[in-house]
């Protein structure tokens, strides 16, 4: 991992340095998580304990916003990693990497691009092309990711349809969903992989150039490679992967450190094949076995033609969440609906859903839930 004792001291020069410069930063610069995590095959574990929402889903747009505005750079960069974490193996095979923090800096690369990621002092409420109003145009964007408004389902109908990620769910078009900026941050995630999916079925793209393509499109709606547009790689795509080699080796992926485009300290990582450092890479379009975010995107709980279930269980048994006397598909979908705030659960449900008796019903249970129907 990269927050050894060099990060740490990289940092802290780091934040020495900008502090100089008049340049706001926090002083902390401690990891959230626990340290002795293996981050590559566990995950951050969501040290903020950051739900499918990061702000009331009937609380007004303005208070929605000044929940984000408040967010720590430390606590904007989580909130990504939480994304990434949840939808783990879907990342990783699009993007071609198993290598966790790489693609974590990769996104921190996106979110710097975009907005620095917070520092500037507005957490995680940035808002961009909004002059014709909530939706109007195509480049209306939020969020640390600056995700667009044509990455949502029920947007104007005349924007190009990002219907192809049955793996994640895609969320309507709203106030209350478009300025959340956990929200956000998934549609971020989900908009980079449909991408991915465009640039490998579409424009015939391979290794990296699945990548850059996804990030071009991100910014452009088109991720095909285009060799005379030189300048746009190098201004964005090729500059977002050498932020996030800024993040990556200078140790900064777990504390307040903010870089910014065109910073000179990033100017060694922008020299020659700026890709170099993402790595071998392999994007595929590999089957995702997630069976329960593919019913989730659907936005029923219908009864799915082939379920997958476990044998059938004693009334009351943990993680029959709709008590029908069964685990299985279902029940996640209930969960899941529940923690994006779509549906209500009894209180006898909530403690079925609580597969770690922790005494509340969260994200870790629908990650257990779902292990355990897996098995």
């Not at 000044?66 to 939808?87: C, F, G």
């Not at 076995?289 to 995107?297: L, V």
């Not at 009351?316 to 709709?322: F, L, P, S």
Request: hydrophobic residues 35%.
């Amino acid at each position: 991992m990269k927050h050894g004792i060099i990060g740490k001291l990289a940092a802290a020069f780091t934040a020495a340095a900008l502090l100089c410069c008049g340049i706001p930063c926090s002083a902390s610069d401690e990891i959230a998580h626990d340290p002795s995590r293996d981050v590559q095959t566990q995950g951050v574990g969501n040290p903020f304990n950051y739900g499918e929402r990061n702000t009331p889903e009937n609380a007004t747009t303005e208070e929605i916003r000044a929940i984000n505005h408040k967010m720590t750079v430390q606590e904007v960069k989580y909130a990504l990693y939480k994304e990434i974490d949840e939808h783990w193996d879907l990342v990783s095979t699009r993007l071609g990497t198993k290598d966790r923090e790489k693609v974590y800096a990769l996104f921190l690369g996106v979110g710097t691009r975009e907005s620095t990621l917070g520092g500037n002092g507005d957490g995680a409420d940035i808002e961009t092309a909004f002059s014709e109003g909530f939706g109007v145009s195509s480049a209306h964007a939020y969020g640390t990711l600056q995700t667009a408004v044509t990455a949502f389902a029920d947007a104007d109908p005349t924007f190009m349809k990002e219907e192809d990620v049955p793996e994640m769910y895609q969320y309507s078009l709203a106030e209350n969903t478009f300025y959340d900026a956990i929200i956000s941050d998934h549609m971020g995630v989900r908009k980079i992989m449909h991408f991915c999916v465009v640039g490998m079925t579409t424009d015939g793209l391979e290794g990296y150039q699945v990548v850059r393509g996804a990030l071009k499109g991100f910014n452009t709606g088109w991720s095909n490679f285009t060799s005379e547009d030189d300048g746009y790689y190098k201004n964005y795509p090729d500059e977002i992967i050498s932020l996030a080699r800024w993040y990556y080796e200078e140790g900064h992926l777990y504390d307040n450190v903010f870089t910014w485009t065109n910073d000179e300290r990033v100017d060694k990582y922008r020299q020659g094949n700026v890709w170099e450092g993402w790595g071998e890479c392999n994007p595929s379009l590999a089957e995702i076995k997630e069976t329960a975010e593919t019913q989730e995107t659907t936005g029923t709980t219908e009864q799915p033609s082939e379920p997958e279930t476990t044998e059938p269980a004693q009334q009351n048994h943990k993680g029959d969440v709709n008590l029908d006397g069964r685990v299985e598909v279902l029940d996640i979908i209930a969960l899941t609906r529940y923690l994006h705030g779509m549906d209500k659960l009894s209180q006898g449900a909530l403690e079925q859903g609580d597969m770690n008796d922790s005494g509340e019903t969260d994200v870790f249970d629908l990650s257990l839930l779902k292990r355990t129907l897996l098995q």
